[in-house]
């Protein structure tokens, strides 16, 4: 089995920073994929930034120049720096990984964390 811890959430203020991450452990192959995503009460989870085996890196429009997506492919680990935090990206943020676990896997398999509350005062 395949587990996601996240770290990193808590309570800032506007225009402040914080940094999560979010660390795999279990039975894994390779990642082809991992991301942050987030949902904010009472709307759906949205994609925030996914980066790829390649480094490429992959970002919605309302964070752009303001978080960056990193990942340590030796601590199977993938981070979020989020710098100038506004109140409207209080929400709670998962991690998500797309992996193989065996070498004989023929689709990737997808995981997620259990969610890390981030809130932004104004």
């Known amino acids: 089995q395949v587990q996601l811890v996240e770290s990193g959430g808590g309570l800032v203020q506007a225009g402040g920073s914080l940094r999560l991450s979010c660390a795999a452990s279990g039975s894994i192959f390779s990642i082809n994929a991992m991301g942050w995503y987030r949902q904010a009460t009472g709307k759906q989870r949205e994609l925030v930034a996914s980066?790829?085996?390649?480094?490429?890196?992959n970002y919605v429009d309302s964070v752009k120049g303001r978080f960056t997506i990193s990942r340590d492919n030796a601590k199977n680990t993938v981070y979020l720096q989020m710098n100038s935090l506004k109140p409207e990206d209080t929400a709670v943020y998962y991690c998500?990984?797309?992996?193989?676990?065996?070498?004989?896997?023929?689709?990737?398999?997808?995981?997620w964390g259990r969610g890390t509350q981030v809130t932004v005062s104004s």
């Open positions: 980066i790829i085996t390649g480094g490429s890196t």
């Open positions: 998500h990984f797309q992996l193989l676990k065996s070498y004989g896997d023929r689709y990737y398999f997808d995981y």
